[in-house]
């Protein structure tokens, strides 16, 4: 008997993302096998008939388990709601960067209490979809005390926050995006620093140019945060280079890419993180997965989740678009969603379930993590232990 320990056992298929354990593949699949916890972390897996006793026990009644989604790109501190936008572009109005103006005027409208109360039924949506690590940028506040307000809010529900002041220029600095550049660069910067681990910035056409990008990051990178970016969704552009240039943790998007770009990701250590929500929801053409995987980038899968373009917190919905749309197999989405996401967010002690691992997993309503692309659009998380303990 292991002191404080839970037991999960009726496991019918059980992904570790470690491939010493199990079958030898990436995923490290155990059959008929069981996990044990303790102290939050995992403290064993193998055959449910070797399994220790324990303290506590949860039984996945011969569902799947796999580790907890990492869904490392989500902006979720927000005001207001963009349906009309959604049901034009549906009926033929193209998306453009612009649209982020709308939400910027509502959250700037609205109390602390109101995003603080959005943020949190967004993250219990994700939680119980599977996500027990989620990344929250700012981005809809863009002045000094908005952007900080907005990053308050998001750390008080992840240690993953991203300052993206550079997220479009605001209106009121129309004409003037290098002197918003400058805002960004030092007084929002420094209001902003105190809640937020990475900085982001929105490299496309239309928003910020690689020169205004490169800036807002090294300047980010100077004040001690981590560089990610918003990499070439619209259009083939400078931002993946710029990621590997300054070895961001992640390039997002990757939707056009030249051949060119995708060596350089595959050269390093950047992570290539797709984000097929958004091209569902703006009815564009997907990124080419198996291009990238084919090469040898690193690929993660995220929700991108925003009131423009992407107003899903699914994981599990971005794994089946993954499978169906951009020929990953079930397999890479699933890595991708999980240990794919680990490695965009540069943390080595989530996206798996290996001896030691936080103990973030999700029960599925099924036998197999295939199910999730199988089965789309049903409720497949049956349940989620995050840190050990059942939500
Ligand atoms: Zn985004």
Redesign the pocket.
Known sequence: MMPGSLLVRGISELVTNDPSLGDGSALGVLTDAALVVQSGLVAWVGPAADAPEADRMVDAEDGAVVPGFVDS???LVFAGDRAGEFAARMAGQPYTAGGIRTTVAATREAPDGRLRLNVALLCDEALHQGTTTIEI?S?YGLTVADEARSLAVASEFTTETTF?GA?TVPSEYAGRADDYVALVCGEMLSAARPHARWV?V?CERGAFDEEQSRAVLKAGQAAGLLPRI?AN?LTEGPGVQLAVELDAASA??CTHLSTADVDALAGSSTVATL?PG?EFSTRSPYPDARRLIDAGATVALAT?C?PG??YTSSMPFCIALAVREMRMTPAEALWAATLGGARALRRDDIGHLGIGARADLAVLAGPSYVHLAYRPGVPIVRSVLLNGEPT
């Open positions: 790109h989500a902006h940028k981005g993206l997220h982001d929105f918003h969704q997002d998007h984000l958004a991108d925003n373009s992407s």
